[in-house]
């Protein structure tokens, strides 16, 4: 199982980005997909989660209404579109298949990890 991240990038302050993740060697069309991130010297944050169909959608307070997930219509592609971007929000974002259909957001509800992209966020 492959989990392909892509799209990151450096962004100014207020700018938008959208990361994509796409599986391969497994399908995920009914499993859940998220995201998570890492900055330097902190821990893994739950960014986003979303469920099998494309419902469920969960986020973290730090991103609500600001980040949007989404999934491809081979539903094996996750898409994180990230509007108003600010500096605390540049890290290493990961993507995560999930254990089960439903979303969640704690990293044991995932099993299957990307290699991340890095997401960097001027001021």
């Known amino acids: 199982v492959q989990l392909q991240a892509s799209g990151g990038g450096l962004v100014q302050a207020g700018g938008s980005l959208r990361v994509s993740c796409r599986a391969s060697?497994?399908?995920?069309?009914?499993?859940?997909m998220g995201w998570f991130r890492q900055a330097p010297g902190k821990e893994r944050e739950f960014v986003a989660s979303?469920?099998?169909?494309?419902?469920?959608?969960l986020y973290g307070d730090s991103v609500k209404g600001r980040f949007t997930i989404s999934r491809g219509y081979a539903q094996n592609t996750v898409y994180l579109q990230m509007n108003s971007l600010k500096p605390e929000d540049t890290a290493v974002y990961y993507c995560?298949?999930?254990?089960?259909?439903?979303?969640?957001?704690?990293?044991?509800?995932?099993?299957?990890w990307g290699q991340g992209t890095q997401v960097t966020v001027s001021s």
């Open positions: 995560a298949g999930g254990r089960r259909s439903y979303s969640g957001i704690s990293a044991n509800d995932y099993n299957s």
């Open positions: 060697g497994r399908a995920f069309t009914n499993n859940a």
């Open positions: 979303i469920g099998w169909n494309g419902g469920g959608a």
